[in-house]
């Protein structure tokens, strides 16, 4: 993980006050988004933003998808990516339209992407991703066979440059506009898990399992 | 608009009957997301995906931002962009790991930004990124001055080449594990906003607007 020195590409030129470089910062944005966008360039030269699911382990960030993704062969060869990860938090409401803004969370990881070919951290990347969304789980469902794992590609990305954004509280008004009558303030934002809806033709007696009984559970972002 | 015929680029090769080329669809789900992913490639060939508030306006992708930013100025360039906007919806729950899923709405749309110099055309653009957050609030807040104005760069992106990518519904179990005793099925995921939270100093007569009043009723996405 970084110690938090900025890189040309993590230095942010614009607004720095709201820039962090702060690790535990960095692994709590990650860890608390179910899913990043990850951006690359494309054989042709131009970009392309994926969204997908990620977990992290300690430095290293997985994602996974089709052994037959285009996009994932192409991110496999080592190419550069950009994965951003963001968090909006709340509505920022100011007296003008120009100060108006948003709360939010986000991160921006650089770097180039592993292709993981160990048996054993494919293992940990596939059990980290189905634990980053619902914690308990990999327990309880079927393992992968080794034709499930021979069609799933698994790619990490080492966090060692990255760099979070994060904007917090009440609009920055400008002075003048303070005696003005309209009304300004944050409305928070938050996602919320829902009740679990069964599958068609599950069996009545098979009981919610605690992996969704603790998504169910308040969640911080 | 796109008549909804796939190019190289929007054509899906992975998993295409999730693949949406409906005009309609897009649009709704551009218009119901707060922000989008704006992904291009840097001066010094990497990839960069900025998170970003956006609007609409027939067939234009309005995005704007200080109009001293490296990246928007760069974008200004005309290079190609790639804007990816994602709905979370369900979290899957399939009986074994590897069908276990998400359900989504997702948009990519491609092309070239182009730079808003019209005095028109701007203010039909800011409006509307006020009114894509808040309908209503662009009449409640002060308009942008002169300076404001200098200091904001608008950029459009036609949505001529355009896909969206839906999944919705059940996991997609192997047959051979629907006799496990394993849970399956979704957790819906929504955003809500909550109690609105009047910025420090408000003068307590002012009363909470008809477009904060509007943000709280339920919304789709």
Known sequence: MSDGTPTDRTELRREPQLGVHDPEVIRSIIDGALICHLGLTDTDGHPLVIPTIHARVDDQLYVHGSAASRTLR????????????????????ARSAFWSSMNYRSVMVFGRARPVTDPDEIDLALDAIVEHIAPGRSAEVRRPTRKEL?????????IDEASAKVRTGDPNDDPADLASDVWAGVVPITTQFGAPIATSGLDPAVPIPVSVRRMLAPRQS
Chains 1, 2 share one sequence.
Do not use: F, N, S, Y
């Open 74 to 93: 192409r991110m496999a060869t080592g190419i550069e990516v950009c994965c951003t990860i963001t968090h909006v938090d709340g509505i920022v409401l």
């Open 150 to 158: 021979q069609a799933t590609k698994v790619l990490a990305l080492t």
